[in-house]
T-cell receptor, first 114, second 118 residues
Framework: NAGVTQTPKFQVLKTGQSMTLQCAQDMNHEYMSWYRQDPGMGLRLIHY???????DQGEVPNGYNVSRSTTEDFPLRLLSAAPSQTSVYFC?????????????FGQGTRLTVV | AQKVTQAQTEISVVEKEDVTLDCVYE???????LFWYKQPPSGELVFLIRRNSFDEQNEISGRYSWNFQKSTSSFNFTITASQVVDSAVYFCALSDWAGGTSYGKLTFGQGTILTVHP
């Protein structure tokens, strides 16, 4: 059981480049989400999904796109990378019901935009 | 809007000291869930404890204990007899509980850097 898998672990982009951060979970969780972590600001929610085909914006969605075609995968797309998107990105999944807030996190992707 | 505040930016202790990490939260929900996560230097997020809003019994799990006070909206976390391996960033988090489920959305505090010296 791999849990939540994020790829890549590290990435350097040039300003204006695009890329997709991959996230996959094998726990059959309904809910998946993306957070970014910046120094002194904790983790902030970018986008989340409550099931295949259903996504919604979180606190800091600008500059990011998501889609959820399957239960397992929830990729995060940066269409035109900016230095302000330099951050550590975490994908999480959780199940519905009483403890639906209990999130399982991936290992994180450290992204640098130069 | 929900908010979580961890006023302690950094704490430094000597091994075997007890240390308490403070967390204050704001929410309009009557039912909610609170969590503590640990982020060691390796960077992953490790779940530590969780508490629901309708059970104020405080518990102890090994060297960890927590004090949930609904009246003051606080959810403090204590490590007893700290060890060097406890050095990490600790995050308090609050789940959004609209409509009977959280949709997996968490609001995090800013984090507290704990350094335990030998």
């Amino acid at each position: 059981n791999a849990g939540v898998t994020q790829t890549p672990k590290f990435q350097v982009l040039k300003t204006g480049q695009s890329m997709t951060l991959q996230c996959a979970q094998d726990m059959n969780h309904e809910y998946m989400s993306w957070y970014r972590q910046d120094p002194g600001m904790g983790l902030r929610l970018i986008h989340y999904s409550v099931g295949a085909g259903i996504t919604d914006q979180g606190e800091v969605p600008n500059g990011y796109n998501v889609s959820r075609s399957t239960t397992e995968d929830f990729p995060l797309r940066l269409l035109s990378a900016a230095p302000s998107q330099t951050s550590v990105y975490f994908c999480a999944s959780s199940y519905s019901g009483r403890w639906g807030g209990f999130a399982f996190f991936g290992q994180g992707t450290r992204l640098t935009v130069v | 809007a929900q908010k979580v505040t961890q006023a302690q930016t950094e704490i430094s202790v000597v091994e075997k000291e007890d240390v308490t990490l403070d967390c204050v939260y704001e929410t309009r929900d009557t039912t909610y869930y609170l969590f503590w996560y640990k982020q060691p230097p390796s960077g992953e997020l490790v779940f530590l404890i969780r508490r629901n809003s309708f059970d104020e019994q405080n518990e102890i799990s090994g060297r960890y204990s927590w004090n949930f006070q609904k009246s003051t909206s606080s959810f403090n976390f204590t490590i007893t007899a700290s060890q060097v391996v406890d050095s990490a960033v600790y995050f308090c988090a609050l789940s959004d509980w609209a409509g009977g489920t959280s949709y997996g959305k968490l609001t995090f505090g800013q984090g507290t850097i704990l350094t335990v010296h030998p």
